[in-house]
């Protein structure tokens, strides 16, 4: 097998558009489960089982919520393809 990985030195104008009203979205959902879990300082610190129990019992809901879960879900599955990788499986 054979993974390669490219930069396509393509520039993004991160001040405009629609980044930084999600990077306040996400600052809102990790706000949200600090509150819950102190020990979740940003996005990454948090599971898909903390980001559902604030939905449940934190007011996590809407859009916030939606920003929540495709952050964690990215994160996990980023991780998961790592430990994938580093052990050899191609197939994961």
Known sequence: PVL???NSNVKHDL????YPIRVRQCKEATD?????NPSIQS????????VEAAAQSA??????LQRARHVVSENE?????AD??????WET
Do not use: P
Request: proline fraction near 0%; hydrophobic fraction near 40%.
């Open 4 to 6: 390669v990985i490219t």
């Open 15 to 18: 001040g405009d558009g629609e």
């Open 32 to 36: 949200i489960l600090t509150k819950m």
């Open 43 to 50: 996005l990454r610190d948090a599971t898909m089982k903390d």
């Open 59 to 64: 007011g996590l809901d809407g859009v916030i």
């Open 77 to 81: 599955r980023t991780v998961k393809t």
């Open 84 to 89: 994938a990788l580093e052990k050899g499986d």
